[in-house]
């Protein structure tokens, strides 16, 4: 790679070597995370904070035991939360369980079968957290006011989806991830909709400065390929984005000269 | 007395702490985080932290999500 694509994605104040951050849930155990982690390259994880099994399987391992965060950027988030109220509250718990952690990932969803992200009340919770000292990353719809808006509000990065969490069904508006980035003054990351490696590419070639995804690698056949492919698509995307694409024509354009043919 | 954890009514004898509590559910040295009616209590107050009847606990953990 040349200097330029090894330029690091920063995140609020910190260098990060990884523009793919990944999820935590849906793998058949944290052994196969933390493979599928370490082939990915990520160094960014994200976690969900949920009441402890009490009684039962109580000598069950810990995920913090099996993927440390002395050695990964563990990201949690709010996920199950309807309301702002429950997010604020779920970041909260979560600094106090990570030892003062501040970096968050807010998502605030709005219904329970597109888990589109309910706008309103991620406002309302980014500008209490925010408040609160959080450094918060924030998962949002493809809308450029919105994205804008929760630049402003002091997000220290913003996270469109690509297409509803879980869908698998690529950047279905890039046109409007566009947009977003036109006006971005911090990182702009997918979230959500990534289904395989040329997804992550298309992100990472609109100009995109990284991409967060679960499912696209843990309910792949193979995860740990996939988390490699994963790896080599968001850096390809972005030495594409870097070198920056020819012109589109409608004709064709011979690559071989016309001049000095002897027939 | 009665206090309710993770929404479940449990059955507590009174002055008991919450650093005991823990290890009665055996959850002492767990990765946890504790709020008591709807506020964080830091680990560094667990064992001054004396319940009392109808507390409210939630105790969560991380545990994998995307």
Do not use: W
Not at chain 1, 20 to 40: C, P, T, V
Not at chain 1, 169 to 194: F, M, Q, S, T, W
Request: with cysteine.
């Amino acid at each position: 790679m040349n200097q330029q694509a090894q330029e690091k994605l920063t995140i609020a104040g910190i260098d990060y070597q990884s523009r793919l951050i990944i999820g935590s849930g849906k793998y058949k155990d944290f052994q196969q995370n933390l493979a599928a982690l370490e082939a990915s390259g990520a160094e960014i994880i994200t976690v969900a904070i949920r009441r402890v099994n009490m009684g039962q399987n109580s000598d069950e391992p810990n995920l913090l035991e099996v993927i440390s965060p002395d050695k990964y950027t563990l990201l949690p988030n709010t996920a199950g939360c309807y309301n702002a109220d429950d997010a604020v509250r779920t970041c909260r718990m979560a600094r106090e369980l990570l030892e003062g952690h501040k970096l968050v990932k807010l998502e605030v969803l709005g219904d329970q079968k597109t888990l589109y992200p309910n706008v309103t009340e991620t406002l309302l919770a980014a500008e209490t957290l925010v408040k609160d000292g959080f450094d918060v990353m924030v998962y949002t719809s493809d809308d450029p006011l919105i994205a804008k808006r929760l630049e402003e509000i002091g997000c220290v990065a913003v996270m469109p989806l690509g297409a509803p969490i879980g869908s698998g069904l690529g950047i279905r508006n890039p046109h409007n991830i566009r947009l977003i980035l036109e006006n971005a003054k911090v990182p702009i990351i997918v979230d959500a909709g990534v289904g395989t490696a040329s997804d992550a590419s298309i992100a990472m070639e609109l100009g995109c400065d990284g991409v967060l995804m679960n499912t696209a690698i843990a309910e792949a056949k193979n995860p740990l390929l996939m988390a490699s492919a994963m790896k080599k698509a968001v850096q390809s995307g972005r030495e594409a984005f870097l070198a920056g694409r020819m012109p589109r024509r409608l004709y064709a354009s011979a690559s071989s000269p016309i001049d000095g043919t002897f027939f | 007395m009665n206090i309710v954890v993770n929404g479940k009514p449990q059955a507590l004898e009174a002055q008991t702490n919450l650093q005991q509590l823990l290890e009665n559910l055996q959850l002492g040295q767990g990765r946890i985080a504790i709020e008591l009616n709807g506020e964080i209590v830091p680990r560094s107050l667990f064992q001054q932290t004396i319940l009392q009847n109808d507390d409210s606990l939630e105790i969560v953990q991380a545990i994998g999500g995307g």
